[in-house]
């Protein structure tokens, strides 16, 4: 496997050791790639597009706010002459804004050869997205899956497409409830929501894996890391995070942006991953096991009902109704 061990001592007092794309991967040449990242104004999404521009591959970024995503870009592109960035907006929180970025991608490109599903919310009150799904669940996974099956039919057709379910350390604490997914019923949780649409991501790739065994495409799940990003908006205030409380959260365990999207770049870039398939890649997190710990790419998902084969079958089947497919 095609990755380094890195220990940076400035940034973190504890020596946590970290998991890193290779030097090779991170200069390999992108200039005749297509990529999609979501979630593209800031965070982990942001870096890796930053990391994409620097080898010249296209990306097209989906994201709300497309008036900052294009201000970015034209930043991006000043150190980045060789690369193309465009944006086209996107709302997960709503199916018609999914599919009306597929019609505007499938209008200006005709391959695509990764797809980085990026964006996310965290922790948030109790709401729902404009097609009835709980925000939650309707933004993280179900604007997701709509957006992965609509563009299946042209990653089929690259020579070797991925796909990157961005998940969380947190997916090992989620429950799949089929009977109630949007809580309509049930009391609701905004941590046991956030905990089920991170579980619903893995277990979708791992199920998506078998059902495009016989084509190119190699789709995985991953934890980024405990990265500092604005996702944590619902829960601290960002001010918090990245000043006041900003050294203690170092210690334990919080990365920059360039360590938490390695994991991203390496299972774009690294060749072992076509036969890795459905599995899950992990920096290191705040598992319950020590063993875990450590992360792994890949590493066995904790959290045992992403290996229940007709769970993963029922809600990838539920999914497709939920979303009109």
Known sequence: MECMYYINKKLFINMTTFLMCSERNLNQNLSDKVYIVTGTTSGIGLETVKQLARQSATIVCGCRNSKLSEKLNESILKDNPNSKITTIPLNLASLKSVKGFIDKFLNDFNRLDGLVNN???MNTSKNYTEDGFELQFGTNFLGHFLLTELLLPLL???????IIHTSSVFHEKGLIN???LNFKTRKYSSWDAYYQSKLAQVLY???QA??????????????????????IKHTLPTFFQNYLFYPVLKISGMVDTWHGCQTTMHCLLD???VKNSGQFYSQVGIYKNKEDKAGGWPMKSPNPQVYDDNLCKSLYDISNNLVGL
Do not use: C, F, M
């Open 205 to 207: 790739s791992r199920y």
């Open 271 to 273: 060749k072992t991953i």
């Open 178 to 180: 089929l009977d109630d």
């Open 156 to 162: 089929k057709k690259s020579k070797e497409a991925r």
């Open 210 to 231: 078998k059902l495009l065994k016989n084509y190119n495409i190699t789709s995985v799940s991953i934890h980024p890391g405990w990265v500092q990003t604005p996702l």
């Open 119 to 121: 964006a996310a919310v």
